[in-house]
């Protein structure tokens, strides 16, 4: 049987939420953040999972993050912000990116997560909301 781990994932859209979704499915304790509160307890009542005001709140004391955003600035928004989840992470800790977001970006994340202690994944998915929903999205990193 798979380790339990304390994830959070950052962006609960049309992907974000179903991926979240099979993450709490597969027993893992998952904190979610989104923009839209509303939202964020919708998904937490539907899955037995926790929210979080922050992606900084969200991000603390977690081994994954995970971040499936709309653009480049959301993303750094989440990330490296005012109160980002970068800020929280402990180091060593893995940031996983499912955004198609820009190499630069990702580029930029990398370096500023390393110089943190941080393991940073640029990992875009393809397989739109009906491979999410089903869990059957190809990830590429």
């Known amino acids: 049987m798979a380790k339990t781990s304390k994830v959070a994932f950052l962006g609960l ?3 974000g939420y179903p991926m979240a979704g099979h993450l709490a499915s597969a027993g893992h304790q998952v904190r979610v953040y989104n923009r839209t509160a509303g939202k964020a307890g919708r998904w937490a009542a539907e899955y037995g999972g926790t929210t ?6 969200a991000a603390a004391d977690t081994e994954l993050v995970f971040a499936c955003v709309g653009a480049d600035e959301d993303l750094e928004a989440v990330t490296i912000g005012p109160e980002g989840a970068f800020a929280a992470m402990n180091p060593g800790a893995l940031f996983v990116d499912h955004t198609t977001a820009s190499a ?4 930029k994340l990398a370096d500023l ?3 943190q202690g941080l393991q940073f994944l640029d990992a875009p998915v393809s397989g739109g909301q009906a491979g999410a929903e089903r869990g059957e999205l190809t990830i590429m990193c």
């Open 113 to 115: 997560g390393a110089r």
């Open 104 to 107: 630069e970006v990702a580029r």
């Open 13 to 15: 859209g049309t992907m």
């Open 52 to 57: 979080a005001a922050t992606p900084a709140a």
